[in-house]
């Protein structure tokens, strides 16, 4: 007879994905976990696997819950738009006050001691994802003349990731949503016209 489960999988998650963005990968400890969950290590294990099994479903939650709002930017009627919505949407949930501050993604991101992991590898395929979709949605803006012609689409796409990064980072160093939009309205000052 199988045992039924004591908890309830979303809410774990929940409470995982609020530990690992307030506390990054590496400083959140299985115990940790376990304890806030209010789970024992073999339930843990049977329903995550291993502190990496759980952080990917905390990932994946984290995309679908949080950066969809961010990424639904793309659909901005133009590339301006699109730079601006982008920059703005992660502002505001970089100082949701429901949320930790910053970024989930790149409080967890920053290489260990130990070298390179899969974790980190991935988090860099993640990046050059969002970077091609930048990309290619700048190019299609490029191709319909929204964009001025000498504009670098693939340097714009990084632009915008490395404004998006630095507002995580300023966040979490206790910069208020205004502050924000005000580094937002600054940075778009170098965006091509």
Request: hydrophobic share 40%; aromatic share 8%.
């Given at each position: ?6 908890f ?91 949320r ?27 990046r ?26 693939d ?39």
């Amino acid at each position: 007879m199988a045992r039924t489960r004591v908890f309830e999988v979303d809410q774990a998650i929940e409470i995982a994905t609020d530990m690992f963005w307030r506390n990054g990968y590496e400083r959140t400890s299985l115990s940790d976990l376990t304890t806030a969950m209010g789970i024992t290590p073999p339930s843990f294990y049977f329903a995550f696997g291993s502190k990496e099994g759980l952080f990917r479903k905390v990932l994946e939650h984290y995309r679908r819950t949080r950066l969809a709002y961010a990424e639904d930017a793309l659909n901005q009627p133009t590339a301006r738009d699109v730079a601006e919505q982008t920059l703005l949407r992660l502002a505001d949930l970089y100082t949701d006050p429901k949320r930790p501050p910053g970024c989930l993604a790149v409080n967890c991101s920053f290489p260990s001691n130990t070298g390179v992991t899969e974790l980190q590898r991935e988090f860099a395929d993640l990046r050059k994802a969002r970077r091609a979709k930048l990309r290619d949605r700048l190019k299609k803006a490029q191709a319909a003349g929204d964009l001025p012609a000498d504009s670098d689409p693939d340097e714009l796409a990084r632009f915008i990731l490395v404004i998006g990064w630095g507002l995580a980072l300023a966040a979490q160093s206790g910069a208020t949503r205004n502050d924000l939009h005000r580094t937002v309205a600054t940075a778009l000052k170098a965006w091509p016209s």
